[in-house]
């Protein structure tokens, strides 16, 4: 564990109810790893299904998380910044309230301050949605 | 979350059998912005294309899935406590039961976002 739920404010900016990611698993130089689980006050559940705005910030919170715990940002601990874009985007299967999902991203490209990054959003094995997301860093 | 009504409301709304632009007024005191960011409102990028789903879906009368957002970018910081008005034009052309958008936020400072998404009718 690199950022155990109760830390992860420290990585992040956003607060609740914002907050779609609970643990940092992992975060190697170029591969981030997160979980969340699908609490019944989740902002984005509609008909006890989570959409997928939901699983767009938890990939950028997640990298966000990432890039924060590895130093990438600047080598300030907590990520500043916005998110540019999301490209790419296949949506596949919308999670439901109680599941936990799993997410990987990956750093494809950096450019400055600018990041590209891929992330995939699973539960247990089921691909939920893919995307990249362009974060810039301030 | 149902953010028409909540988080917005619109202001004006014209369109046709394959466009929209409405004129939508954001809300700053959304439960949302408590944490996005608190003493710092701005408009999530996610929160901008729900908005563009909402106005489709409430001009079309009907519930859409997206399947796939090819391009989405988000050019200027959206603060709803600065930015009183905001308008948004989409264009939509279906094919069988999916429906190809893409979609333009402005006001008089410049545009917020523009987008283009697949959706199942």
Redesign the interface.
């Known amino acids: 564990m690199i950022i155990p739920k109760e830390k992860i404010e420290d990585f992040i900016?956003?607060?609740?109810?914002?907050?779609m990611i609970d643990n940092l698993i992992e975060a190697s130089a170029e591969t981030f790893r997160s979980d969340f689980r699908i609490l019944p006050g989740n902002?984005?559940?509609?008909n006890d299904l989570l959409?997928?705005?939901?699983l767009?910030?938890n990939i950028a919170q997640t990298s966000s998380a990432g890039l924060a715990s590895s130093g990438l940002f600047f080598g300030k601990q907590k990520a500043d910044g916005?998110?540019?874009?999301?490209?790419?985007?296949?949506?596949y299967e919308l999670p439901k309230v109680n599941e936990t999902i799993y997410t990987i991203v990956n750093l494809v490209a950096r450019l400055e301050n600018m990041f590209l990054l891929k992330g995939v959003n699973y539960c247990e094995d089921r691909k939920l949605m893919e995307?990249e997301i362009k974060l810039v860093g301030i | 979350?149902?953010l028409i009504n909540d988080l917005f409301e619109i202001m004006e709304n014209s369109g046709n059998e394959s466009s929209l632009t409405a004129t939508i007024k954001l809300h700053p005191g959304h439960?949302?912005y408590?944490?996005?960011?608190?003493g710092h409102p701005?408009t999530?990028?996610?929160?901008q294309?729900?908005i563009v789903q909402e106005l489709l879906e409430n001009q079309l009368k009907r519930k859409l899935?997206?399947?796939?957002?090819?391009?989405?970018?988000?050019l200027k910081?959206l603060n709803p406590a600065e930015v009183k008005q905001l308008t948004v034009s989409i264009e939509y052309a279906g094919k069988d039961d999916l429906l190809n958008v893409k979609a333009i936020g402005k006001n008089d400072s410049g545009i917020f976002f523009k987008l283009s998404a697949v959706y199942h009718k």
């Open positions: 900016p956003q607060r609740p109810p914002f907050i902002i984005f559940l509609e959409r997928e705005f939901a767009i910030e916005y998110l540019g874009g999301v490209s790419k985007l296949k949506l995307c | 979350m149902t439960i949302i408590k944490g996005h960011f608190p701005v999530p990028g996610v929160i294309v729900q899935n997206l399947i796939e957002m090819p391009d989405c970018k988000f910081v």
